[in-house]
């Protein structure tokens, strides 16, 4: 990967989207992740506006630093830049406190993980309409349109994707060529929804370089009969996250109504 000219590319396509929509810039929730973190500073070096947001909930304390230094990173370098906390702690505690009790909490664990993105996409849309910003998306390729593992209408609910024609470890070389702090690009990836320590292969069972692997596979059209052992595994989890998050890569369905009917 020309990985140089393929930031200039980002960059340019970035501004003018901006442009032709009249808009002043972009607003991005900056999570300590390698994906905010690049798509962040690709936002930045547009010379528009690039408000990053910090939204805890229930953050680890690691995930706010690497998140907090990449800020002050970005308002060293760009004058552009601005940063507004919003803790949503509360917010999500108290709409926690206004949902029905269930019997197991386990059992809307997952429910309550993704309520937390849904709060923060609420967010960035509504400093995005205050200032007249556009939301940058932060998926990457694989999650996007491999495994969909991101929340629909959660970190899923976006303006445009800078990154989403990106491989997760072209994501990396790209942070590496723009400098992103090491903490960031050491990180093990996460989605920070649940309050814990658990990574994306945690809940995913393989690792972004194995996911890619299974993508190509995928393309090319190979089954799980095709592989054995810890590759047959892998292709076997891929396609499990590909079948069962297909809803989130393709248009909302419509009911079409015939004609005759009309």
């Known amino acids: 990967m020309q990985t140089e000219k393929v930031i200039t590319h980002i960059v340019d396509w970035l501004r003018d989207y901006a442009v032709k929509a009249k808009c002043k810039g972009f607003v991005i929730g900056v999570s300590g992740g390698i994906d905010s973190a690049v798509t962040s500073t690709l936002c930045a070096k547009t010379g528009l506006d690039l408000l990053c947001l910090e939204m805890p909930i229930h953050q680890g304390k690691n995930q706010v630093t690497r998140a907090d230094r990449h800020i002050d990173w970005l308002m060293d370098n760009f004058p552009n830049v601005g940063r507004q906390p919003v803790d949503l702690t509360p917010v999500f505690d108290s709409l926690v406190e206004a949902l029905p009790k269930v019997e197991n909490e386990e059992d809307r664990f997952m429910s309550l993980a993704n309520t937390r993105a849904r709060l923060r996409m609420a967010t960035l849309y509504y400093f995005a309409a205050l200032k007249g910003y556009l939301v940058a998306g932060t998926g990457n390729k694989v999650e996007d349109f491999g495994i969909g593992f991101y929340t629909k209408y959660g970190d899923g609910g976006v303006d445009l ?13 790209l942070g590496d060529t723009l400098g992103v702090n090491q903490d960031i690009m050491e990180a093990a990836p996460t989605d920070g929804l649940w309050g814990d320590h658990r990574t994306d292969e945690d809940q995913i069972g393989a690792s972004y370089p194995e996911l890619e692997w299974a993508m190509e596979m995928d393309a090319q059209g190979k089954t799980p009969d095709d592989f054995s052992d810890r590759k047959k595994e892998v292709f076997t989890i891929y396609k499990r996250f590909n079948t069962s998050n297909k809803h989130k890569m393709i248009p909302i369905p419509i009911c079409e109504i015939p004609e005759q009917l009309k």
Do not use: C, G, N, R
């Open 161 to 173: 994707s800078p990154i989403a024609d990106l491989l997760k470890t072209e994501v990396y070389a």
